[in-house]
């Protein structure tokens, strides 16, 4: 037997911290970072004696979350205690959610090589972050930083629908997209807003019965789920084959080596002893307010791609890549707002933008200049103003000094030169350099013809208009 005689099965707890202005259950800010235990009170900081109160935030935005992945949205739904000791956890339990959590039976689509498929969700419920543990690098002890306590999270429970390590980025990379749309979470990935508990399990192909799972908490990476799936999958199928048994185990996965670790085995042995948390009201959801809720919902990624296809005449590949990510979306309709030019927007996006973007690890909205100024910067390229390889030039000055490009094409002086006279001056000068050109044109090489316009783009310092060159070459080659 070898690897293709078995499945991959996988699934994922996502964690996703919710943009609410405060906390889950008292009014502190939910702000990342900030000094040590400073965006704090006695609710989350665990004192004897205070209450929580639900932030009614945190539900809508989870509501929304839920009807935006097509689940059933609970008309009744209660917090429980989840009870384990960590001392970045003060209270000694988390409050979640346990048998009724707010949403439930819902799905994602994601694009396979076999054509589109759906990932069923379990249930998606509210519960709060803990705190964070600074480990004082000189081994001397570890200090508690409670900012993070009690920001709302919501967790989003896939069935074990995904069979691969391909699979999974898809699905993770859509519903942080949809999270994004919906706006309920900024997913930073490395500040955490968005991470994944990574269950995987093999089994014989053919077989329904699913093999024991192992799971990988906390990841937050991309590049690490693919690379520790593809690792965890591989090495199970490795101790089957070998006559060996899986352990349901709790692993720790080790960017550096590639490998992962045993953690804590056992997993299904951990009692939570869940009850319900008796310091909050049950939460009653009427269908008025999840109609309510669901009216503000923005424009999903699938329609704006449907309506960038049919409406904008964009191919299907460049409507993919826009609408992956929100804010590379928004750029792009606010760019074509400006130019009304969507196959040059997209051209300019997928290329130089993505590009900027991949270079700075930075998203689309966190440009240094606006979706306006990359309108303008193609209006002028239409208008012929400048030619698209000034145009590169202005956009590069544009991310270091964020300007209007007709500002920056002003001081600089690169507006085309597009004069018949102007043009003229310099093919006769270029003829006049460059005799041999002449005579292999003539010859029959074509090839002569580029490398004139070539020397008129470089002397001109790429200012000259290329067709109106092009022409003027061609008429004078002809005489
Ligand atoms: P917990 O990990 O908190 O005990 P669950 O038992 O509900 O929670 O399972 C958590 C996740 O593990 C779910 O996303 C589920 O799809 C996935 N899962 C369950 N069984 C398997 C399996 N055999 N292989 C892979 N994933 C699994
Ligand atoms: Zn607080
Ligand atoms: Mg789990």
């Not at 953690?263 to 009692?271: F, G, I, N, P």
């Amino acid at each position: 037997m070898s690897k293709e005689d078995y499945d991959i099965v996988i699934g994922l707890e996502v964690h996703s911290e919710l943009s609410t202005k405060t906390k889950i259950f008292c009014s502190c800010p939910t702000e990342f970072g900030g000094e040590p235990n400073t965006h704090c009170c006695p609710v989350c900081m665990a004192m004897p004696g205070a209450l929580p109160v639900l932030n009614k935030k945190v539900v809508e935005y989870a509501i929304k979350a839920g009807i935006a992945t097509n689940c059933t949205i609970a008309k009744e739904s209660k917090n429980d205690r989840k009870n384990y000791f960590y001392p970045d956890l003060p209270k000694s339990y988390q409050i979640s959610q346990f048998d009724m959590p707010l949403c439930t039976n819902g799905f994602v689509e994601i694009e396979t090589e076999n054509g589109p498929k759906k990932i069923r969700l379990v249930r998606i419920h509210i519960e709060e972050d803990a705190g964070k543990l600074n480990h004082d690098e000189y081994g001397r002890g570890s200090l508690v930083d409670l900012n993070r306590a009690g920001v709302p999270l919501i967790e989003i429970v896939s069935e074990p629908d995904i069979s691969s390590a391909s699979e999974a980025e898809a699905y993770l990379k859509k519903l942080k997209s949809i999270l994004e749309y919906i706006e309920v979470s900024d997913c930073k990935m490395q500040e955490g807003s968005l991470r994944a508990d990574v269950n995987v399990s093999v089994k014989k192909k053919g077989t329904d019965e699913l093999g024991t799972r192992t799971e990988m908490k906390n990841m937050n990476s991309f590049r690490s789920i693919v690379r520790a799936i593809e690792y965890e999958s591989e090495r199970q199928i490795e101790v089957l084959e070998n006559g060996g048994i899986i352990t349901q185990e709790t692993l720790r996965w080790d960017d550096v080596s590639g490998k992962t670790f045993s953690m804590r085995d056992k997993e299904d042995a951990q009692d939570y002893r869940y009850f319900p948390e008796p310091d909050l009201a049950m939460i009653r959801i009427s269908d008025e307010y999840v109609q309510k809720i669901s009216k503000t919902l923005p424009e999903m990624p699938e329609k704006r791609k449907a309506r960038y296809i049919e409406e904008l005449g964009l191919p299907e590949y460049d409507a993919n890549i826009l609408t992956s990510s929100k804010h590379l979306s928004d750029l792009f309709e606010r760019a074509n707002n400006v130019c009304n030019n969507p196959k040059a927007v997209s051209n300019w996006i997928m290329s130089d933008i993505i590009k900027i973007l991949n270079e700075e690890g930075i998203e689309a909205d966190k440009l240094p200049f606006s979706a306006e100024q990359l309108g303008k910067l193609i209006n002028l390229i239409d208008k012929k103003t400048i030619s698209t390889s000034i145009a590169k030039t202005v956009l590069e000055e544009m991310t270091v000094n964020p300007k209007d490009p007709e500002e920056i094409i002003k001081e600089k002086g690169l507006i085309q030169i597009s004069d018949e006279g102007a043009i003229k001056e310099i093919v006769l000068k270029i003829l006049e350099e460059n005799p041999q050109s002449i005579a292999d044109y003539k010859a029959g090489r074509d090839r002569a013809l580029g490398f004139l316009v070539g020397q008129a783009m470089k002397q001109t310092k790429g200012k000259a208009n290329p067709q109106m060159l092009n022409t003027m070459f061609l008429e004078e080659l002809k005489k």
